[in-house]
Structures are given as structure tokens and as C-alpha cells.
């Protein structure tokens, strides 16, 4: 038999209501704070993450979807969504058409790496980008975005986790202290982190092990030498959050490893979702836009996974809306009547209303049966002496409650029924 590839899932027809739902509450809270929705392909070639993602991290090196076209390029299935809309910012001079680019997505990605709870190798990720301010303003509105539309979903049991990793200048200087404090506990270290001292040493504060976490503790934090400017607009961040009531912890540990990144940095994180506890995160990039070859600007923005949320909704046993029910069902009473019960179906499809009718050729009582099953609020009984009269009978699922209309404009009467 065939199946889904490894790692991939169907979403079937009884859990898409919750996509729906959650989609839907996405994009209506990104229109309330002016967000635009961008769509870019799902291939892109493959120096475009190469350059912005980094050579040497686990997602270029081992888990990016990488195959060359019949014209030999180099394509890659997008694993994040920050460089795709930065070169569509780029190649699209939005920057021309607007000073200010407030960009929302919700779109598909994919890396090869070993599925776990909530975690793909297709999954789904919605986020935002801004393009084009410094404004501290926009590092807590990012935030304070992310958070309303968990809390939205309805989710409870979340985290926000917020540090600033200052400028380029100012962190250089840190990672000597850095360095220098971890040279006498090199050969404590991890294998991996050993690799990262010299590629990369901010990533070693993501180390799982737990030799590597103890180490880190002990660290110089990169907070305690920031320079003036990211203070003041850490503390300006800070003060919007806590006005809008939303709480967080600082967590100096929380960092962005590529040069690119600056001042703050974000993370969203639930305990209902097994070891990747991360929900989202995000922070301030005023460094990629020139590493992709645009003129230097300033960026920030986040990135939510769909299925962890999804999943952590599940744990946390909330109820999401449910409108997979029907409006009505049309029972058909006489077969002879097939080609009119079908045209009395399709005039209340037009007026809108969810509507079901027998494609099976059942007997009376299995159509009530199935508009039952189907959650259906209303039957309609087409056919029988009433139709003989040009009425047909509505009844209320619910109540029990029958009611005869004329068939001239029973659509109407329905519609009203329907609609109370």
C-alpha cells in the first residue's frame, strides 16, 4: 500500500476545522496591527539559505531538501521563511513602494530530520517580517503578536522568554570574554560544543547536554555588556510589554548564533509539548537584508509552528470551535422526485447554507440516520403528500419541532429558520 512519506502527515478532513479556525484567528489578528500577506515559492535556490541560515548549521549541513534541476541549479524546499521574504522584499524593491513593510505568512516547510511530537519534515509555520525601522517598538509589538494570538487559540500554559543580544560592536567583545571563560573548560565540553567554540560559541548556551548547560551557567552573560543604545531599547521593550500585562522572563541564555541578528530575541515555550518546548520565537535581523545583498536596513520578525501549537491545544485539553455541523439535510421521500430534490437543494446552496442531500439511495429512516450523524440542524422532508400540495416539512433537530412551508418560497423560510 502507498503512504505518506516519512515524516509527513495528511490532515483529514475531521481535524482541518481546527486549521481553519486557527488560520482564521491568525490572520484577523495581523490585520488588526496592518500586517500584508506575502506567499513566495516553496523552492528557492539553495544559496539563498546557504548565505543567510549559515554553511555550517545543522539545517544547511544536514537537513535542507537539496536537489539540482534539469538545468543543473541547485534548489532547495524553503526550512524557514525569513530569507524567502527578504529576497522577495529585495527582488521586488517593496522598499521603494513603502518605507515601512509589515509582512504575515502562513505557509509550508520542510527538513529532513527525525520526526518527533509536533515536530515534520513538512510542517507549517506562520510568522511575521518587518522591514525597513529600528524602532524598539516593533521588537515588543512582534511579541506582544505572537502572544495574542496564542492566548487567542487559547492556549494558557505559555512562556515568554526575552533577552537582547546588543550590537555587532558591542557583542565581539563579549564573545572574547566568552571564549576566554570557556577555554579552561574546553575539554569538559561536548564534542559538538567543542565545534561550536570555534565556529560559533553563543550556540553553545543551546546545548542539550547537561555537562554543557552546568558550564554555560556559570558563563559571562552577553546581557551584562551590552552597550548604551541596546539597553535603552531593551528597557523601552520591557515597559511595553509589562503595560500591555504581558509577563516574561529574562533569559540570558536565549540567544541567535549568526552575525546578523541584534538586540532583541523572543521565545514563546509551553511544557505541554515534550522536549521541543518552543511554540515561537523571533528577534531583531538588522544584519540580513545586507547579507543578501540589499542595501542595509533593519528587519525583525517571528516564526510560530503549527503543529506544536496545535499539538500543546491538544494537550492542554482545549476545546477548540467546531463548525463542521450542517445546516440541513433534505430527505427525499419519493425517488421519482430525484431531478426536482436535487434543484431544491442546489436553490438553498445559493442562499448560502451548508446543505447535504442522499447520493446513496437510502431508505427514509438511514437518510435521518446520516443527518444525524452529519450533526445536521435541520431536515427537510421533500417528497410525500405535502409535495403533492407544492409544500415540504422543515424539522428542527433539536427541538423536534415541525413546521409545513409552501415549496414557492420555502428557501426563504428556511433561510430564516436557519439563521435564528
Known amino acids: 500500500m502507498l503512504k505518506a512519506i516519512y515524516g509527513t502527515k495528511d490532515v483529514l478532513p475531521k481535524d482541518v476545522e481546527k486549521w481553519n479556525f486557527l488560520e482564521s484567528t491568525i490572520k484577523n489578528i495581523f490585520a488588526s496591527f496592518n500586517y500584508k500577506e506575502i506567499r513566495t515559492p516553496l523552492l528557492e535556490e539553495t544559496g539563498l539559505f546557504s548565505r543567510s541560515i549559515g554553511e555550517e548549521t545543522d539545517i544547511v549541513s544536514k537537513e535542507m531538501y537539496t536537489f539540482q534541476d534539469r538545468s543543473e541549479t541547485s534548489i532547495t524546499l524553503r526550512p524557514e521563511m525569513t530569507a524567502s521574504v527578504v529576497r522577495a522584499f529585495l527582488e521586488h524593491s517593496l522598499s521603494s513602494q513603502s518605507s515601512l513593510n509589515k509582512l504575515f505568512y502562513i505557509a509550508a516547510m520542510f527538513r529532513q530530520e527525525r520526526p518527533q511530537a509536533g515536530r515534520f519534515r513538512q510542517f507549517h509555520q506562520f510568522g511575521a517580517e518587518v522591514l525597513g525601522s529600528s524602532s524598539p517598538l516593533l521588537d515588543a509589538e512582534i511579541i506582544i503578536l505572537a502572544y495574542t494570538i496564542l492566548k487567542s487559540l487559547g ?10 543580544l546588543g550590537i555587532t560592536s558591542s557583542r565581539k567583545v563579549y564573545l572574547e570574554i566568552l571564549k576566554e ?13 567543542r565545534k561550536r567554540f570555534e565556529k560559533n560559541v ?24 551590552l552597550d548604551d543604545e541596546s539597553k535603552q531599547e531593551f528597557q523601552v521593550v520591557q515597559n511595553i510589554l509589562r503595560s500591555e500585562q504581558i509577563p516574561f522572563l529574562l533569559d540570558s541564555s536565549l540567544v541567535r548564533g549568526l552575525d546578523y541578528y541584534s538586540k532583541t530575541t523572543f521565545e514563546i515555550v509551553s511544557d505541554k509539548v515534550g522536549s521541543q518546548s518552543a511554540l515561537c520565537g523571533g528577534g531583531r535581523y538588522d544584519g540580513l537584508i545586507e547579507l543578501l545583498g540589499g542595501t542595509p536596513n533593519y528587519g525583525v520578525g517571528f516564526a510560530a509552528g503549527i503543529e506544536r501549537i496545535l499539538l ?17 439535510y433534505v430527505v427525499l421521500l419519493n425517488k ?26 437510502r431508505s427514509v429512516k438511514a437518510q435521518m440516520r446520516e443527518a444525524n450523524k452529519l450533526r445536521a440542524k435541520f431536515v427537510a422532508l421533500f417528497g410525500g403528500e405535502e409535495y403533492a400540495e407544492n409544500k415540504v416539512v422543515l424539522k428542527n433537530m433539536g427541538t423536534s419541532v415541525q413546521q409545513v412551508l409552501p415549496l414557492e418560497n420555502a428557501d426563504k423560510e428556511i433561510l430564516l429558520s436557519v439563521g435564528s
Not at 181 to 193: A, C, I, K, V
Not at 202 to 225: G, T, Y
Not at 339 to 355: C, G, P, Q, W
Open 181 to 193: 571563560y570557556l577555554e579552561s573548560h574546553l575539554n569538559e565540553l561536548s564534542e559538538e560544543s
Open 202 to 225: 553563543l550556540r553553545i548556551f543551546d546545548s542539550k547536554f547537561e555537562n554543557d548547560i552546568q558550564i554555560m551557567k556559570d558563563a559571562p552573560k552577553l546581557i551584562d555588556h
Open 336 to 361: 421519482e422526485l430525484l431531478n426536482e430534490y436535487y434543484l431544491f437543494a442546489t436553490a438553498l446552496r445559493k442562499n448560502h447554507l451548508k446543505v447535504e442531500i442522499d447520493y446513496l439511495s
Open 155 to 164: 492556549l494558557v500554559d505559555i512562556t515568554v522568554k526575552i533577552n537582547s
Open 312 to 328: 500543546a491545544l491538544q494537550n492542554e485539553k482545549t476545546k477548540l470551535p467546531d463548525n463542521s455541523s450542517l445546516d440541513l
